[in-house]
């Protein structure tokens, strides 16, 4: 698990424990997993990917809205969902799942969040 994994499971303690809006529990996670570091605070796609889900209303506390602007990191998340409901094993496996996704292209992050997400069950797993 990396950092964005940890802002992102922290995120959604969060939501499920306050009134935060999704923006601002990333935000909140963040600065505690990044406090010397604003441009990894920063990062837009693994937040993107976080607030994508946020707005489908697929992580646990969240509640459907509009929290990005990111519409492909979105579209990733929400074939990372896809992708995870058919086979659950792929979350074992961050880069396969990004690999299946998209090709030729790096990743920053985006899956990591996904599957970090989706093994500590703050995933809506139902198709």
């Known amino acids: 698990m990396n950092k964005y994994s940890q802002v992102a499971i922290d995120a959604t303690n969060l939501l499920q424990t ?4 999704p923006v601002e529990a990333w935000e ?12 990894s605070r920063q990062k ?3 937040k993107s990917i ?3 889900l946020c707005e489908e209303g697929l992580i646990k506390g969240s ?3 509009s929290y990005t602007r990111s519409k492909l990191n979105k579209d990733y998340a929400l074939q990372a969902v896809r992708l995870l ?8 496996t961050p880069n396969a799942l990004w690999d299946l996704i998209v090709q030729n292209k790096s990743s920053n992050s985006q899956m990591n969040v996904v599957t970090a997400l989706w093994n500590h069950n703050l995933i809506s797993k139902s198709k």
């Open 18 to 21: 306050t009134k935060l809006t």
């Open 28 to 39: 909140q996670s963040a600065l505690q997993v990044f406090p010397n570091s604003e441009s």
């Open 44 to 46: 837009g796609c693994p």
């Open 50 to 52: 976080f607030l994508g």
């Open 63 to 65: 509640i459907v809205g």
């Open 85 to 92: 409901q058919d086979n659950p094993s792929l979350a074992d």
